[in-house]
């Protein structure tokens, strides 16, 4: 029987952020997310779109032309309908390497499910906007801080004191070289803008800097 994935966007592009940046990729982007954080620079893209199926099939062929990894981004590959969606891609693919961008949400379910032979990084960005936020990122970093493909992503807006106590509790663990922080921003200059006070942080907890190349340079 012929698969089939509803999906909003499927482009070659390369990866834009963290530990592969700059790695060809084929992108596929969900539509629907559990969350609305307010410098999403997709809202906008996941809101006007509407849904198409793509065939597992021609995924799959442009994955082998291209030789490009695979990227499921969105929206959040966990959340809902996505979720076994993310499972039956990472599984039924093949690839040299794949990246999963998750606020989380339902990310530690999703990791038991693929194949660990998978050459897969699981990119974890928590969003944290109040107490209650901070409270259940903690909650579920702690859950996913053991399993060694788990890469932190954290958006940085300047003065944020949620996410300082955030990187606090997290540099208490030895796993600085899958921590990357960024800038927070929707434009090129707004990044370059803020980038200086995410270097201090960087140099402050031992944790890398992450570039947003698809926005400084303009690609998906």
């Known amino acids: 029987m012929e698969q089939f994935v509803d999906l909003i966007e499927s482009i070659k592009t390369h990866q834009g952020e963290g530990p592969d940046c700059g790695t060809s990729m084929l992108l596929l982007r969900f539509k629907t997310c559990n969350k609305h954080c307010p410098y999403c620079d997709t809202l906008v893209k996941?809101?006007?779109?509407?849904?198409?199926?793509?065939?597992?099939?021609?995924?799959?062929?442009?994955l082998n032309e291209s030789k490009a990894g695979l990227l499921l981004t969105g929206g959040?590959?966990?959340?809902?309908?996505?979720?076994?969606?993310?499972?039956?891609?990472?599984?039924?693919?093949?690839?040299?390497?794949?990246?999963?961008?998750?606020?989380?949400?339902?990310?530690?379910?999703?990791i038991k499910e693929v194949d660990p032979s998978k050459n897969i990084k699981y990119m974890y960005s928590p969003k944290i906007f109040n107490q209650v936020d901070f409270d259940s990122e903690v909650s579920n970093s702690e859950q996913l801080?053991?399993?060694?493909?788990?890469?932190?992503?954290?958006?940085?807006?300047?003065?944020?004191?949620?996410?300082?106590?955030?990187?606090?509790?997290?540099?208490?663990?030895?796993?600085?070289?899958?921590?990357?922080?960024m800038p927070e921003g929707?434009?090129?200059?707004?990044?370059?803008?803020?980038?200086?006070?995410?270097?201090?942080?960087?140099?402050?907890?031992?944790?890398?800097?992450?570039?947003?190349?698809?926005?400084?340079?303009g690609f998906i």
Do not use: W
């Open 145 to 181: 801080i053991n399993i060694e493909n788990v890469y932190f992503k954290i958006v940085i807006t300047p003065n944020d004191n949620l996410t300082n106590n955030y990187l606090y509790f997290l540099s208490k663990y030895e796993i600085n070289q899958r921590v990357y922080l």
């Open 46 to 62: 996941m809101r006007n779109s509407i849904s198409s199926e793509y065939k597992f099939n021609d995924i799959q062929n442009v």
């Open 76 to 110: 959040e590959p966990t959340f809902s309908t996505n979720y076994q969606d993310s499972i039956d891609l990472l599984n039924d693919l093949n690839y040299p390497i794949a990246n999963v961008e998750s606020n989380g949400y339902n990310l530690r379910s999703l």
């Open 186 to 217: 929707a434009t090129r200059e707004k990044l370059i803008e803020n980038s200086g006070y995410v270097f201090d942080l960087c140099e402050e907890y031992k944790f890398n800097f992450s570039s947003r190349d698809h926005i400084i340079y």
